[in-house]
Every structure is written in C-alpha cells, then in structure tokens.
C-alpha cells in the first residue's frame, strides 16, 4: 500500500468547491468508502454512500444511497456545493497486520502441547 | 478437465451463435453479487469495505433474475459477500436453475451444512457449490483470518457430496504460496471427493487490506510452472486448460474484461469485476459506454500491468478454444493427455 494510499480522507472538509475542485472532490468521494455528507446549493444536506458519478453525460451526476435507507438517488454536479467526508473510513487500517499480530499473541498465550 | 460435456457443449454453442452474429464483444459469466455483506474478512478482499447501511442491502431476486437476462450469459457465477447469508439464495437459485443457467455459488461453506439441512437447495447439474479454500488447514484458515474456517468448509463439501451436489473449489494463490504444499491441497480435495478445482492468482485491491503479498507476472508464471508442470491424472480443474497453461507462461493472452461482467447494488460494474471505475444503469450501456481500450495488460492501465485474473483471462481461453483450430486442437490434447 503506497503512502498516498493509506492515508484516511475521513474527516476531509474541502469547503465550497466547484468546477475542476467539484470533480476532484467528486472523483475522491467516489473512492471513498465511507459515507459523506453532500452539501447542495440550496443548502440542504444529504448523508450516504456515494457509489458512482458519471461526468460523460450531459448533466453530470452522482448517485447516492442515503444512510437512512431507500433506494438510490441521483444528484446533478450543478446541485453540489460541497462534500463533507463524514462517515468512518471502511477501507482504512490494516487489519491484516493488526490479524497477524493477534494471531502470533494468541499463539504465545497458548501453552505448548504435552505439558 | 472437469467440466460437463453438457457444460462444455452449452458454452461452446454459445460462443459459436454470437461468432455467427458478428457480436464482438459477448459475456460468458456473468458475476451476480446479491450483496457485499459477508462473515469472514479476508486480507485480500476488497469486496466488502462498506458502511453498515450499505452491507445490509441486498438486491431482490426480481432485479437478480433481470440482470441475467438482460446479460444472456449461459453461466452466473454468485460471489459476493458471502451469497449463503442472502436471504432469498434458496429461491434465486431454483429461478435461475429453471431459465437453465450453469450456476457458480461462491461460498466460504460456513453456512453450506446449515443451509443443505434446511433444505433450500436441490441437487441439479446446474448448480455448483463453488468452495473457496485458499490451500491447506493452515494457509487457509491464514488467508481468511480466521481459525477453524477449513475445517468448517470440508465439513460443508463432505454435507453437499452426501447428498448429492456437484461441488467444486476455488483458491487464490498469493505470494509466498508454496508449489508443493498446493500440490498436497490438490491431492487432499481429490480425496475429498470435490469435481474440480479452479485456481487464479489474486488481484491486489486497493481497498483491501494486505497489498503485499499479490503475485506478480514472472512470479505468477514460475509458481504455476513448478505446481503445474507434471499434474497428477487425477487432478481435475473446472476451468480452462488454456487459462491454466497461461498463468504458466505459455500463452501470451490478452484481456477480455467483458467476458465477466459484474452486477450489484449499485449496477453494472465498469469495467469487470475487479476495477470499480464507475457503473452503467444497463447491460446495455455498460458494453456501448465503456471504453475497453484502456483496459488489459497491453492497453498500459497500470491497474491491468500484472493482471492475471480467472475473471480477464479465463474468457479469452475459452473464446480462443471454440473458436480457433490451435485453441481447440490445445484444449483437446491437454483434456486427453492430462497434462498442461
């Protein structure tokens, strides 16, 4: 895993973005998994999972499947003020390590067979 | 070999109609994911890094059975997640048993007794218990992070057998895998009685948690080569001579990305099933939208640079065996001979 990889958005406020810094903000939402907080334009805020986002369309959009249920919804880029990253970070840590590490101390607690 | 004629007619048929059809691109499997939730978490896995909102979803079988038609595959393949804790498994399965389709149900076989005894399931032709054992007890139970996982799935393979079902295995081979120990694991599932293994090297994430120990292409080359090279007769694969013969070096084979394509929650998977750069709202769209070239080894997508997955590669095999002389001639000798 390279640096840039492991280090978590979680927590990630980029403030009032559009343009290029929307779609970097979009593109970096889209990679993260963990939910985030879209801001709209009218100033309401939508809490969920953003699973994709399509820029080759006439109106660019993102989809979205909110924290509270339902099923997927669709928000046009034009509509997006900001985007929060406010949920935990599902992909971050390394558990593997952390596994491997549980696994040699538990072996070490263990007393050797046949005493 | 180990697959069916039945299966290797329906799939050779399949691929000679859409040849007819002047189809460039067609699927052969299609990877339905009915759900990301899953109870184990693997170090190589990617599948199933999501909020608790999102594991809990699950598509219902209506969307699943549309899915399948939609994408016209003659075989789906059911991953996930873990598709035993689904909760509609036992109905999605007989749907798609009825339409005819060759069905791969990936499972870590923790739940495979429990579910058998409760009888969702009827033994077919059709239908597969598709076991995933990464190697023997202890590399196993190592790659799923968790203890007693083996034992747990070798008593659901001896359950399916028993009564009946065609169960085959699926291992991914990561770094530091063992030739000889993976010729032990071989012999110890023929024992068991299993139909046939299917073997791939694993793909490196980048949301899963151990980047470290995926094979690269040389390595991938010289472990299959060592593990492969002199196959015991009775080792039988349910998979593609060819794909086999690829990861050992002697094909030069490229990507068919398509070949796989994958559906979930969140809809048609750009651009396979093991990149997630996006999704299609259909079938449709995914193959007209999606721009192939910038995908496979030689398309330069450093994502693709050490790709040798079962889901890219396995298609193009099987495309190359109904459809070249070579291919089939190659597919043929291997079958017969027993060696790759």
Redesign the interface.
């Known amino acids: 895993?390279t640096g840039e990889?492991e280090r978590s958005l979680e927590g990630w406020d980029p403030g009032v973005v559009d343009g290029p810094d929307l779609a970097y903000v979009v593109e970096r939402a889209?990679d993260y998994?963990?939910?985030v907080t879209v801001v709209r334009r009218d100033g309401a805020e939508i809490v969920?999972?953003l699973?994709?986002?399509?820029v080759?369309v006439a109106e660019p959009f993102v989809?979205m499947?909110e924290?509270?249920?339902g099923e997927?919804i669709t928000i046009p880029y034009a509509s997006i003020s900001s985007i929060r990253f406010t949920?935990?970070d599902?992909?971050a840590?390394?558990?593997?390590?952390a596994?491997l590490r549980s696994?040699e101390a538990a072996k070490v607690m263990q007393p050797a067979s046949g005493v | 070999m180990s697959v069916p004629v039945s299966q290797m007619w329906t799939v050779g048929t399949y691929v000679l109609k859409q040849r007819l059809k002047r189809r460039r691109r067609y699927p052969l499997v299609l990877m339905l994911e009915p759900l990301f939730r899953c109870n184990l978490a693997c170090a190589g896995c990617g599948k199933i890094q999501y909020p608790a909102h999102v594991l809990r979803k699950h598509l219902s079988v209506e969307k699943c059975l549309a899915a399948v038609e939609e994408c016209g595959a003659p075989m789906v393949s059911i991953p996930g997640g873990e598709p035993l804790m689904y909760p509609e498994i036992g109905r999605l399965v007989k749907e798609l048993v009825a339409r005819r389709k060759y069905v791969y149900l990936c499972t870590n076989a923790i739940l495979l007794k429990e579910k058998l005894e409760a009888g969702l399931f009827t033994p077919s032709k059709y239908l597969s218990f598709s076991v995933h054992m990464d190697g023997l007890e202890p590399e196993h139970d190592e790659a799923v992070c968790r203890e007693g996982v083996f034992a747990e799935a070798v008593e659901g393979i001896r359950e399916a057998l028993r009564r009946g079902f065609r169960v085959t295995t699926n291992t991914t081979l990561f770094d530091g895998a063992s030739a000889m120990r993976m010729q032990m694991f071989f012999d110890e599932m023929m024992d068991l009685g299993v139909e046939g293994m299917m073997l791939s090297p694993g793909y490196s994430y980048s949301k899963a948690p151990d980047q470290e120990h995926f094979l690269r292409r040389q390595k991938t080359n010289e472990l299959f080569s060592k593990m492969l090279s002199n196959p015991k007769r009775r080792w039988k694969f349910n998979q593609s001579p060819l794909f086999l013969q690829f990861l050992m070096g002697k094909w030069d084979f490229e990507c068919t990305p398509w070949g796989n394509p994958t559906y979930n929650l969140f809809g048609w998977q750009r651009p396979c099933y093991l990149l997630q750069e996006g999704y299609a709202a259909s079938f449709k769209e995914l193959m007209e939208t999606t721009r192939w070239e910038q995908y496979g080894h030689k398309s330069g997508n450093e994502k693709c640079k050490d790709c040798m997955v079962h889901c890219g590669y396995e298609p193009t095999a099987v495309n190359y065996t109904f459809t070249s002389w070579k291919g089939l001639k190659a597919t043929v000798a291997a079958t017969v001979a027993g060696k790759l």
């Open positions: 895993m990889q889209f998994r963990g939910d969920g999972y699973f994709n986002r399509n080759d989809e499947f924290r509270n249920g997927p949920g935990r599902t992909a840590g390394n558990s593997y390590a596994w696994r």
